[in-house]
């Protein structure tokens, strides 16, 4: 089935550890995005990317990297510089054009030990 | 930043009545996307509207893109208790970046059987 496929479902960090999600899609879509969800908020973007090898930072990016080497995969690295990690992360992709709807993965629930 | 008011911010209704929830804003969008996010799952796509003053539905749910393009709302008819979840407006501002959304913050909405 195409989809959008997010692992682990859940991630503990401990204090000073760096954490990476991932984010694998079969849509063939040319756009990938991060976001951070808290509870009662709107989602707040962290990254995207528009086309491999290249992303931008979004709202949120202090603490996160990303990389796009490969057009399926986005993965974002939650470093020891982001303080306050606890929180559901959301992968996203679309089709290139602007009007395209996004499509979301399941998601990750990090926590801190 | 740009924002979207989505109200209410949540509802608590009897299963069979009509619900309606809406976003607005100060900005003008030529995109508006409503999604569905179950507990511990990620938002799934209800309805995307493309053009001022267009009504689109998809079974129970209608939705409109407002004739001033600042607005949006989504009407759930007879709910059933798998309505169940958090709803998220989604809009692309005119003359916006790269496709980027704004969200707001959710009507998390609960039925009574």
């Known amino acids: 089935d195409g989809g959008i496929t997010q692992s682990p479902k859940y991630l503990f960090r401990k204090e000073g550890q760096n954490v990476t999600l991932s984010c694998e899609q079969n849509?063939?879509?040319?756009?990938m995005y991060w976001y951070r969800q808290d509870p009662g908020q709107g989602l707040r973007l962290i990254y995207y990317s528009q086309i491999v090898n290249d992303f931008q930072k979004g709202d949120i990016a202090e603490g996160y990297s990303v990389s796009r080497e490969k057009k399926e995969s986005f993965p974002l690295t939650v470093t020891s510089a982001q303080k306050n990690p606890t929180a559901f992360y959301l992968c996203?992709?679309?089709?290139?054009?602007?009007?395209?709807?996004?499509?979301f993965g399941d998601g990750t629930r990090l926590s801190i030990l | 930043g740009q924002q979207l008011n989505q109200s209410p911010q949540s509802m608590f209704i009897q299963e069979g009545e009509d619900v309606s929830m809406n976003c607005t804003s100060s900005?003008?969008?030529?995109?508006w996307l409503w999604y569905k996010q179950d507990p511990g799952e990620g938002p799934v796509l209800l309805i995307a509207?493309?053009?001022?003053?267009e009504l689109t539905s998809n079974g129970r749910l209608t939705a409109q893109f407002g004739i001033t393009r600042k607005d949006s709302f989504l009407n759930i008819s007879a709910s059933i208790p798998s309505d169940v979840g958090i709803y998220f407006c989604?809009?692309?501002?005119?003359?916006?970046?790269?496709?980027?959304?704004?969200f707001g913050k959710g009507t998390k909405l609960s039925v009574k059987p």
């Open positions: 996203a992709s679309k089709k290139s054009g602007t009007n395209q709807p996004q499509h």
């Open positions: 989604a809009g692309l501002i005119f003359g916006g970046s790269q496709g980027n959304l704004i």
């Open positions: 900005s003008i969008f030529n995109t």
């Open positions: 509207l493309y053009k001022a003053g």
């Open positions: 849509l063939n879509h040319d756009a």
